[in-house]
């Protein structure tokens, strides 16, 4: 937030945070920090890459069942998607815009 702070002139750009397995989803349910997307992006064609990706970290990624196993990443992109219909998404939370 320090480094998007609002000045005179700039532009102002949208802050989206995103959810981090094994982080996120360790945080207690009651908590303030609890992750609630509001924003969706679609990622049906690119999860293939992103698993891909994903599997290079091979020093941070974990078995499953794991949340931060290649497995569940794609479950997480899944349960994200059928909350607003579609396949694969990357859930974000639109912290700030400026209109």
């Known amino acids: 937030m320090t480094a998007c702070r609002p000045q005179p002139g700039s532009i102002n750009p949208k802050i989206y945070t995103f ?10 349910g009651d908590s303030l920090k609890t992750f609630i997307p509001n924003a969706y992006v679609n990622i049906e064609k690119q999860i293939d890459k992103k ?3 994903l599997s290079y970290y091979d020093t941070e990624m974990k078995g499953y069942p794991h949340s931060r196993s290649l497995e569940s990443l794609k479950i997480f992109s899944k349960y994200w998607g059928n909350r607003v219909g579609l396949n694969y998404v990357e859930p974000l939370k639109l912290i700030r815009e400026v209109v």
């Not at 959810?19 to 207690?28: A, G, K, N, Q, R």
């Open 19 to 28: 959810f981090i397995p094994s982080s996120t989803d360790w945080v207690d």
């Open 51 to 53: 698993i891909k990706a």
